[in-house]
């Protein structure tokens, strides 16, 4: 997920509205990407919302800041070796 204007993304809230029924008591693993916040306020907001549907977000999370330093025009995403 990315973070936009400090919160969770649109598009993530439309899917967990229309399939949390068959996710409900599902384990939840957040991967988020944004720029200097990697999307931990956006991440922080979703588990509040998947909670609430039953579902179970796991503490462990994969954050990637500054995403766009990683996205090639051509390659797409470039992940570093270091
Ligand atoms: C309108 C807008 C607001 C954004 N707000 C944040 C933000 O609050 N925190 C953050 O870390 N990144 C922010 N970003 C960066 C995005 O999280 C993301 O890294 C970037 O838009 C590229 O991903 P995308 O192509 O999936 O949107 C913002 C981007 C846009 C376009």
């Given at each position: 997920?990315?973070?936009y204007?400090?919160?969770?993304?649109?598009e993530?809230?439309?899917a967990i509205?229309y399939l949390?029924?068959?996710?409900?008591?599902?384990?939840?693993?957040?991967v988020?990407?944004?720029?200097?916040?990697?999307?931990?306020?956006?991440a922080?907001?979703?588990k509040?919302v998947?909670?609430t549907?039953?579902?179970?977000?796991?503490?462990?999370a994969?954050?990637i800041?500054?995403v766009h330093?990683?996205?090639?025009?051509?390659?797409g995403?470039?992940?570093?070796t270091?």
């Amino acid at each position: 997920m990315p973070e936009y204007n400090f919160g969770h993304n649109a598009e993530l809230k439309n899917a967990i509205d229309y399939l949390h029924r068959e996710w409900t008591y599902k384990p939840v693993g957040l991967v988020s990407y944004g720029s200097v916040s990697a999307c931990t306020r956006g991440a922080q907001m979703i588990k509040q919302v998947v909670t609430t549907l039953k579902m179970t977000p796991v503490f462990e999370a994969v954050s990637i800041p500054f995403v766009h330093q990683l996205i090639d025009e051509e390659e797409g995403l470039v992940p570093t070796t270091s």
